[in-house]
């Protein structure tokens, strides 16, 4: 009879230590699936379904874009962008790229996450910034502000450029606007356009964003390990029984 006690009470020990490896391993596993799934994304307007870069002239056509998980929107009318011919467009972003911007007048621009499996914020990196006004009547000196907005609106962050002339539409070194640990986080970013006479252009978008993993991911990887342990523990008892 002691034999078999001690059998029962090896059994259960053996259980409860595969379990609480099974939960650890795969709690270790969905964080780094979290961590790895953690990727760096740039918006470059390309040629394709929602531009048709080809021409000379600048389409408004959409007030929306979903590109790469990530909505723009604009609040007043469309967006507007120059096609590869235009004197507005930029040269140096080659000939299947352009630039979003809109009409003159005051417009607020805004990011935001669309995709659902992706993580409700993201960290905003970089942007770069192209003057989209008539040369003759544009301001030299045009500050745009950054409003990168968080859950809490108390954590709400601003950034103000510095100036950049709203006239040089194919500047050779255009304003780069970049982003510090600050607007991490973010759950929208949003921007004006400007007063009239003073719209700018933008392009390559930079941030990074996080992929959410489902509930069957975990419990797939809860599955698996199940039965590993299931297969090794029979193994083990019916060793345990011929010895008994």
Partial sequence: ?????????????????????????????????????????????????????????????????????????VSVGDFSYPQNDSNFHWSLQGETSTSLGSQAGTRAFSIEVADPSLSPTFDMLSITIIGFSTAGTSNKNVTVEFTGEKADPMDNVTLITSPFDAGDRNPTNPLVVSFGSEFEGLTRLSWNQGGTAMAHQFDNVTFRVTAVPEPGTFLAMIALTTMGFVTRGRRWIVKRLQVV
């Fill in 1 to 73: 009879m002691k034999m078999v006690e001690d059998f029962k009470i090896g059994v259960v020990a053996f259980i409860a230590k595969r379990l609480l490896y099974i939960w650890g391993v795969s709690l270790l596993s969905l964080g780094g699936v979290v961590d790895a799934a953690a990727v760096t994304r740039t918006v470059e307007f390309n040629d394709g379904v929602d531009f048709d870069v080809d021409g000379d002239q600048i389409i408004s056509e959409e007030g929306e874009y979903v590109l790469d998980g990530m909505r723009f929107s």
